[in-house]
């Protein structure tokens, strides 16, 4: 099993990872400055926004080798499909079941629409369970937005392969990590802002239990960065699923991972 290793504290910390589980053993120093004792959040939750249209579009767009999808607006404005909003409401419900000392009392989320449908709907969802505020705030940021990919934007595999065949060998050569499309990001560039994103957010939300509603990315280098991931361990994570649950817990002054992409409560809510 890969290890991983937290950092936030500016220290690294050994641990060994398992599919939804991810469970702590070893320290090993680091020359990184740590950060103040106690400004970290007890608890960092992380989740992909719903099924969106546009997940949906791709799909039936990968399955048939098409070149386009129907897709006019831009990425930002797209909104959850029907089974999106079934899976926001999935979450929560899982966010109304967590322990009160677990249990978010702060949501930090990308701007682009299909997050914040998700952030809202989830949240009136724990709020008619009675465990949530109502008038609890949503903290919009765009350095929680997903990728861009610049010219490679709205293209299924067979346009990128037909349109930018220079493109496609390119991506293949360098790998997701580090290969930045014309006009568009790495997965670097967004792990970049997260680190940023996450230095205000253990500043502001130090001591609270907080939820992030992002994208696929976002929440990959969420875990790039929070566990030191290498870039063979990263890109063997497979995607990050809809409404899925990553967890982080604060102990003895660091972030450690306790849960990675788990769906259970979305095939509860289901049955």
């Not at 089974?83 to 677990?102: E, F, I, K, T, Y």
């Not at 940021?141 to 610049?150: A, H, K, M, S």
């Not at 493109?167 to 990001?185: H, Q, V």
């Amino acid at each position: 099993m890969a290890e991983l290793g937290t950092t936030l504290n500016g220290q690294h910390q050994s641990t060994q990872s398992q599919h939804h589980h991810v469970t702590a053993q070893g320290q090993h120093g680091t020359a990184h400055r740590p950060a103040a004792a106690g400004r970290l959040p007890s608890v960092l939750i992380a989740t992909r926004h719903g099924e969106s249209t546009a997940n949906v579009e791709f799909q039936l767009a990968e399955a048939a080798g098409a070149l386009s999808v129907p897709i006019s607006c831009r990425d930002a404005d797209i909104p959850l499909s029907l089974h999106g909003r079934r899976q926001a409401q999935a979450l929560g419900h899982w966010w109304a079941g967590l322990p009160s000392a677990d249990r978010p009392r702060s949501v930090w989320c990308s701007p682009y629409v299909r997050t914040a449908e998700t952030a809202r709907i989830a949240l009136a969802q724990a709020a008619g369970l009675g465990v949530v505020p109502v008038t609890l705030a949503v903290r919009y940021d765009e350095r929680l937005r997903d990728r861009e990919l610049g010219v490679l934007e709205m293209l299924p595999k067979a346009a990128i392969e037909a349109k930018h065949p220079e493109e496609a060998a390119r991506r293949r050569k360098m790998g997701e990590l580090y290969y930045r499309p014309p006009g568009g990001e790495s997965w670097a560039d967004v792990a970049l802002r997260v680190r940023s994103l996450l230095r205000d957010l253990c500043e502001e939300e130090a001591g609270r239990p907080v939820l992030l509603v992002a994208h696929d990315c976002t929440v990959l280098m969420l875990r790039y960065a929070l566990d030191r991931l290498t870039e063979e361990q990263l890109t063997a994570l497979g995607p990050v699923h809809n409404c899925s649950t990553s967890l982080w817990r604060a102990q003895e002054g660091r972030l450690r991972p306790d849960a990675w992409n788990g769906v259970e409560h979305l095939a509860a809510k289901e049955d």
